[in-house]
């Protein structure tokens, strides 16, 4: 198994990979009972040398379930009936989530609200604040 390329700056090696085969769940004919068709693919998150350690965190922090206790990414994969066609969906999806866990948050711009806005707020609230005080009885 050859590396897996997560971005432009960021390659897993393939010594960091580990898949497992296991039986598929669900409908399947025959084969069903004989073929290991479903991928386990497992990333050692903890131990790997292909991200920082903020890095690491921003990770853990985006996988969330998805990383056990030891810091073990797992993602699984048995849509194909192949166990080739579920090990490269198992690879692609880590890399996507991966990639999207690396992806730096967008900064927020700090706005304000126009002075028409904060107006009709204010008029809003003015009518609101008269819509309940003609609801209120004479000895209020």
């Known amino acids: 198994m050859e590396e897996l390329r997560v971005d432009d700056r960021h390659r897993i090696p393939a010594g960091e990979l580990e898949v497992r085969a296991a039986r598929a769940s669900g409908p399947g004919g025959q084969g069903v009972n004989t073929t290991d068709s479903a991928v386990e693919l497992r990333w050692d998150l903890a ?13 853990r922090a985006a996988l969330g379930a998805r990383v056990t206790a030891e ?54 609230k003015r009518r609101r604040s008269e819509i309940k005080r003609l609801r209120r009885g004479p000895d209020a």
């Open 71 to 124: 810091g073990v990414v797992i993602v699984r994969a048995s849509e194909s009936r192949s166990q080739w066609r579920n090990r490269q969906a198992a690879r692609r999806r880590l890399a996507e989530l991966v990639a999207e866990a690396l992806r730096p948050p967008r900064q927020r711009i700090a706005t304000r609200p126009s002075q028409r806005a904060r107006q009709r707020r204010l008029d809003d």
């Open 47 to 59: 131990g790997s040398k292909a991200v920082t350690a903020a890095e690491r965190e921003r990770v």
